[in-house]
């Protein structure tokens, strides 16, 4: 038995070698000339291509910006330091329209304008977000440079000046919003910029129905602060809310707390699946 399964052995080892000779050979370039996918491959588990298939849909190329922060070629740039053109305000509050303060290449919250508002809607998303908390300390806790990456304008990644500055863990700095405090504080010094990655994937609703949570991924400064982490309410105050049906894309809000919060460099690259160009 043992011997039939060694000559078997041999037998397909060699027919292997014999096969990727086969697929060796040169071409009139003298250059070897590989196949690009195969057809007689098996079915990777769980997916619908085969291994190495030919037919799989090839990722489409983008060009990376120069540095981490810079919007690769694929981001909507929701922000460059130029303009507020992106941004609509909601004014809440009763206060007239205005809106936040645009200088120096970052925008602030101001005038009462209320939470700026996307005027373009996201779903599954990449976010970059860059924001610094206020020089001015004028209250303690969550009373402290409070704003918020609120995104689908419901479910809020805090922004808060947590340097020295003690509150409850499920509200500071990288938090998701009332649920989950972050993996560990990355904050840095008081009016230094900081910046959020985002990784989001949107909630599905069938009718009225929850039939997928959000999850969302945070790296804070480069730290990771949540890895697909489960999200199980919409943002509120001192209570679980219940999810209420909405858009599979929705408006990205950062939140007015009534402190001059500033931001800057803001893109997004909306995410599609695999194999979908
Ligand atoms: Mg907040």
Partial sequence: ??????????????????????????????????????????????????????????????TPGALPANPPSDAIVLFDGKNLDQWTFNGKRGAAPAQWKLENGYMQVANSAGDAVTKEKFGDMQLHIEW????????????????GVIVMSRYEIQVLDSWENPTYADGGAGAIYG?????VNAIKKRGDWNYYDIFWEAPKFEGEKLVKNPYVTVMHNGVLLHHHQKVVAPMAHRVVAPFKEHGSEEPLMLQDHNEPVRYRNIWVRKLRGYDEK
């Fill in 179 to 183: 649920q989950w405090s972050p993996l």
């Fill in 1 to 62: 038995m043992k011997r039939k399964l060694l000559v078997l052995g041999i037998v397909s080892t060699a027919a292997v070698l014999l096969m990727a000779q086969a697929q060796k050979k040169k071409g009139g370039d003298g250059r070897w000339n590989q196949p690009v996918g195969y057809s007689d491959t098996p079915v990777i588990p769980e997916q619908k291509w085969k291994v190495h298939d030919i037919d799989r849909p090839t990722p489409r190329q983008i």
């Fill in 132 to 147: 610094a908390s206020p020089l001015e300390i004028l209250g303690n806790s969550q009373m402290r440079g409070n704003s």
